[in-house]
């Protein structure tokens, strides 16, 4: 039975495993032909590092095998595990057999041994995560998943579903992609759904459906948004984190925000380490540091008035300026979470103008009860609010962001029939594994990115 590669190199007791056989499987890395004998460096994605395999000449078919052994290719090998003598890891394995299960061309393999930029690899995504920094950027992303299930598991919210093809706007910005089966037929009711349909921005509204019967629920699933958008920021494909609390009010939601991100980053810091440890060394130094300063203090809590008083008086020039009811951009939110609080600040008390037409109205008429939280490094990473619960207002909202009341009657319904006060926030994944690996572009972070003009693989 074959055996991952990283339960022979993360073995918390590698002495217990000396001559124990063992079979692996994988892609080689390197090779070193010692005439007599050869080092393999196998690698089957489990971990960062490689298994280093020893094939002695004595092994049948040696000189046949030799020349097939060449980076990229596939094999699998039984043999026994033996101390290494090397400094770099406790265990490599003696072969007693290899096969070979597919070859590789080295001089046209694309990965070749050397360093390639990340604009090169996105041309070969379905080779590029056998490179060492995708493999931990795949690694870091499955931990940050599995720990996404974990918190609201632990905090009984209920894991629900909600649909990828819909017919309102949540966002109301009117960015979304349009289905259609039709060509050029302005007749709506022979298209397939008969009436305009659009991929999803998010799946809060429905997601406030399900947590007005179940108190507490969460979605995890692809959103899309067709905003012509080129920076390292934005894709038009990504995955979100959207739970909804019944009963709940802006206190409580920033509350379920701030811990959720600390579970997240605790646990890659405890399940990622090896892979942690090369983004610090390659890809941002102090990245260990910062991560660990986001477990270690209370996040900082500034109301958007304050914050833009700050941003005013604030020692160095933007080069988008800063008033009272603008949106923040990405410099401004940078600011306050590096610079002036130096560690995850929310943001709350927005203007309603700014913000959705969900968003509860404040007493002041001027503001709504909205949050976000700023992280260093990437700027805004959650952005939520307690929603409206009052129809009355809810209907006058729909109005002034000129939307179409009867997209929307089953939303206002869910106000008419058992109305609770409620709250929720929506986290863009692929931002969370940026900010836990250090990458610089957020099409680094997702295995095939989508974005203006590219749709490959």
């Known amino acids: 039975m074959r055996?991952?590669?990283?339960?022979?190199?993360?073995?918390?007791?590698?002495?217990?495993?000396?001559?124990?056989?063992?079979?692996?499987?994988?892609?080689?890395?390197?090779?070193?032909?010692?005439?007599?004998?050869?080092?393999?460096?196998?690698?089957?994605?489990?971990?960062?590092?490689?298994l280093q395999v020893i094939v002695d000449a004595s092994l049948p078919s040696y000189a046949s095998l030799l020349p097939e052994l060449s980076t990229g290719a596939s094999l699998t090998v039984s043999g026994t595990l033996v101390e290494s003598p090397g400094k770099n890891q406790a265990l490599e394995?003696?072969?007693?057999?290899?096969?070979?299960?597919?070859?590789?061309?080295?001089?046209?393999?694309?990965?070749?041994?050397?360093?390639h930029s990340f604009e090169f690899l996105r041309t070969i995504a379905h080779l590029r995560p056998r490179t060492n920094t995708q493999g931990a950027v795949l690694r870091v992303r499955n931990a940050?998943?599995?720990?996404?299930?974990?918190?609201?598991?632990?905090?009984?919210?209920?894991?629900?579903q909600t649909p990828i093809i819909t017919g309102s706007d949540c966002e109301g910005g009117g960015e979304m992609f349009r289905i259609t089966t039709l060509d050029d037929s302005k007749d709506l009711s022979k298209d397939f759904f008969g009436k305009p349909t659009y991929l999803t921005v998010s799946g809060q509204l429905e997601g406030e459906i399900l947590a007005s019967a179940l108190s507490d629920i969460y979605t995890f699933g692809p959103t899309f948004r067709a905003e012509n958008s080129h920076t390292s920021r934005h894709l038009a494909e990504f995955w979100m984190i959207e739970p909804e609390m019944s009963f709940a009010d802006l206190k409580a939601d920033m509350e379920c925000a701030e811990n959720y991100l600390k579970f997240c980053v605790r646990h890659v810091l405890e399940q990622c380490r090896e892979d942690l440890e090369f983004f610090d060394q390659f890809i941002e130094k102090g990245l260990i540091q910062r991560l660990q300063n986001v477990v270690s203090?209370?996040?900082?809590?500034?109301?958007?008035?304050?914050?833009?008083?700050?941003?005013?008086?604030?020692?160095?020039?933007?080069?988008f300026p800063v008033d009272w009811g603008t949106d923040l951009q990405?410099?401004?939110?940078?600011?306050?979470?590096?610079?002036?609080?130096?560690?995850?600040?929310?943001?709350?008390?927005?203007?309603?103008?700014?913000k959705s037409f969900y968003m509860r109205e404040n007493t002041d008429g001027k503001t709504v009860a909205a949050m976000d939280i700023l992280v260093p490094k990437i700027g805004e990473i959650i952005g939520g609010s307690q929603r409206e619960e009052r129809l009355d207002v809810l209907e006058k909202k729909i109005i002034d962001f000129k939307l179409k009341r009867e997209d929307y009657w089953w939303y206002l319904e869910l106000r008419e029939y058992g109305s609770v006060p409620h709250a929720g926030f929506g986290l863009g994944f692929e931002r969370l594994v940026l900010f836990a690996t250090g990458m610089e572009n957020i099409r680094d972070v997702i295995p095939f990115p989508r974005f203006p003009g590219h749709a490959a693989f």
């Open 3 to 50: 055996i991952k590669i990283k339960e022979i190199l993360h073995a918390k007791d590698p002495s217990s495993l000396i001559g124990k056989d063992a079979h692996v499987a994988g892609w080689i890395r390197t090779v070193r032909d010692q005439k007599s004998f050869a080092f393999i460096e196998l690698n089957d994605g489990s971990t960062l590092a490689n």
């Open 93 to 115: 394995l003696k072969a007693a057999s290899l096969r070979i299960l597919g070859s590789c061309d080295p001089v046209r393999y694309p990965l070749q041994k050397k360093r």
């Open 144 to 160: 940050l998943a599995f720990a996404t299930h974990l918190f609201f598991q632990s905090k009984s919210f209920l894991y629900v």
């Open 297 to 319: 203090a209370p996040f900082a809590h500034i109301p958007y008035t304050q914050a833009i008083d700050i941003l005013k008086k604030a020692p160095k020039q933007f080069e």
């Open 330 to 354: 990405s410099e401004h939110e940078r600011f306050l979470a590096e610079e002036y609080c130096k560690k995850p600040v929310i943001l709350t008390d927005y203007p309603a103008a700014i």
